[in-house]
């Protein structure tokens, strides 16, 4: 009776040319919709007597599983978690502690997370490999664009003060890490080593220019010669670097404030350029030329008589953002 009557039973099968379609037999729908219904569907016993179907079953309703899952040859059943409010892993992990001290689960059963957390955890383990590797790549062309250990201290050490900006603006839009901010923090490194370059290249040059100008003269640098070589060396730098600054605000500010399919992602990927490329302005245009005073004073003490030029200064052309 369950069989045919509410779950159907195939009787036969028509054909429409070389179509084949089967056919089904089962009662009208609204004599299977409700408890009461099922209860009360007559059914014929072999002495003849009609009863209802609610005589010889119990029906009721029960909440169970929506699908029988398998994986690895074994049952499972999902619980769906949306989680607002927090970052993802954060939540997986303290998720973890909370069932290890509270659930004890049965022998022969076990927990695993997945969804989105497996793709962070494998974004993590790819990132902690890429990123050491890209900085160390980084420390390495520096080195080889300037030839000294102090300008690479400097650009590199400087470089936190450009991140700082990024991590402010996260902060105050409220965004958790993720993968699409690592993204973002990453192209904020880039450009930020870029133009800490240019301005550290531009310094070179004009002290250059003071250490021939002095070895000419036949007198030893002086500071007040490294102060004209910052002057001339950060106002060349000024008009490249805002518009360079206001190039990368117009381009990023309208995904900030769009809507709209993958605006969320990408959001998260352009804040950190955002915020980060305000302190980057002020890491090219003070921080690297006030440690560029402070390397040269220390220079100036240690070594009172060195006319000798700056290494790693590409005299021979001027480079371009």
């Known amino acids: 009776m369950v069989r045919t009557a509410i779950g159907g039973m195939r009787i036969s099968e028509t054909v429409e040319g070389l179509e084949r379609y089967p056919i089904n037999i ?41 699908m029988i899952r398998s994986e690895n040859a074994r049952l499972n059943g999902w619980i769906y978690v949306d989680i607002a409010g927090r970052d993802l892993g954060g939540y997986v992990e303290e998720a973890r502690r909370v069932v290890a001290e ?42 080889m664009a300037f030839g000294r250990a102090v300008d690479v201290a400097t650009i590199v050490g400087t470089l936190p003060i450009a991140l700082s900006g990024g991590f402010w603006l996260l902060w105050m839009l409220d965004f958790d890490l993720s993968v699409a901010v690592v993204v973002g923090f990453i192209a904020l490194a880039g450009v930020a080593v ?17 250490r021939r100008l002095a070895a000419a003269e036949g007198r030893p640098v002086t500071m007040d010669d490294v102060h004209d070589a910052v002057t001339e060396g950060a106002l060349l730098r000024l008009r490249p670097k805002l518009m360079t600054v206001a ?36 890491l090219t245009l003070f921080v ?31 480079p371009a953002e």
């Open 26 to 66: 089962r009662y009208p729908y609204d004599d299977r919709t409700s408890i009461e219904a099922l209860r009360e569907l007559p059914m014929v016993t072999p002495s003849g007597a009609q009863i209802g179907l609610g005589d010889v079953a119990d029906i009721t309703v029960t909440d169970g599983p929506g």
């Open 194 to 210: 870029e133009t800490a370059i240019i301005m550290q290249v531009y310094l070179n040059l004009a002290l250059d220019k003071r």
């Open 288 to 318: 690297i030329p006030a440690v560029f005073v402070l390397v040269n004073r220390i220079d100036a003490v240690r070594n009172p008589k060195t006319q000798s030029s700056t290494p790693g200064a590409m005299a021979h052309g001027h």
């Open 102 to 143: 509270q659930v004890d689960l049965p022998p022969g059963y076990s927990v695993a997370w997945s969804g989105q957390f497996e793709f962070l955890e494998r974004a993590e383990k790819r990132l902690g490999m890429i990123v050491p590797v890209t900085l160390l790549l980084i420390v390495v062309l520096l080195f």
């Open 247 to 282: 190039t990368i605000f117009a381009g990023l500010l309208p995904i900030m404030i769009g809507t709209g399919t993958g605006a969320e992602v990408m959001r998260r990927i352009a804040a950190p350029m955002v915020g980060g490329m305000a302190t980057a302005t002020l």
